[in-house]
């Protein structure tokens, strides 16, 4: 197959862009990433010197692509199929990438922090910074709970590359900070979770739930 994608199901911004080769059914083969492993880690810093997953590599194309959003936008532009994920409309396409920054930089971000610090020794936990991100998420949750009571998705009627950054972001931050008290997002959330392109990719990740850090 031409495409290749570096990830680790476990990892959120590798949903997101798993979600977007399953809604389309784009053949890829799949070369999981462990981190951990010295070498692994080295190759790919080979094709990305950041060394993040997950990372795109197209040898039809010779092109190697980083970052989730221009990894979709590229499928979108080069691997077209029936759901595009940036729409047409340029007032809609920029509304789709507003979204698409507002779930990786305010959703992911601070839920990652908190994350983060559980992974943490005891001596090394930063209690101020666990209390700012949940603060932000709190102010975000607010906010995406007056949209979603006018919306089927991220940008109104039709699933985007928003709706790929949503997923992964809102299902591991009901897991750090639940949606109990937010019924729209909770509802918009379990919409997301029976999308099959993301039912599937949860499903692959299932095996690695147990890495997750519980409180």
């Known amino acids: 197959m031409a495409l290749t994608l570096y990830f680790h199901p476990l990892s959120s911004f590798c949903m997101k862009v798993l979600i977007a080769l399953y809604e389309n059914g784009t053949p890829f083969t799949p070369h999981i990433v462990d981190l951990m492993d010295e070498t692994a880690a080295a190759n790919l810093k080979k094709m990305w010197p950041i060394g993040k997953f997950p990372v795109l590599r197209d040898d039809a194309r010779n092109e190697t692509i980083p970052e989730t959003s221009i990894i979709i936008e590229y ?108 019924k729209n997002t909770a509802a918009y959330l379990e919409r997301l979770m029976q999308r099959p392109s993301y039912a599937r990719a949860l499903r692959e990740a299932e095996p690695y739930f147990k890495f997750f850090p519980e409180e």
């Not at 930063?126 to 979603?148: C, S, W």
Request: aromatic fraction near 10%.
């Open 75 to 182: 499928l979108d532009q080069h691997y077209p199929g029936t759901t595009r994920f940036i729409p047409a409309d340029s007032a809609l396409a920029l509304q789709t990438r507003l979204q698409d920054r507002f779930y990786d930089l305010y959703v992911q971000l601070p839920m990652q922090q908190i994350v983060g610090d559980r992974l943490r020794p005891a001596d090394k936990k930063d209690p101020l910074g666990v209390a700012q991100a949940k603060d932000r998420l709190t102010n975000v949750y607010e906010m995406i709970e007056r949209d979603m009571a006018s919306r089927t998705w991220a940008v109104g009627d039709q699933f985007s590359m928003a709706d790929c950054a949503a997923a992964p972001a809102l299902f591991y931050g009901n897991k750090v900070m639940p949606l109990e008290n937010y």
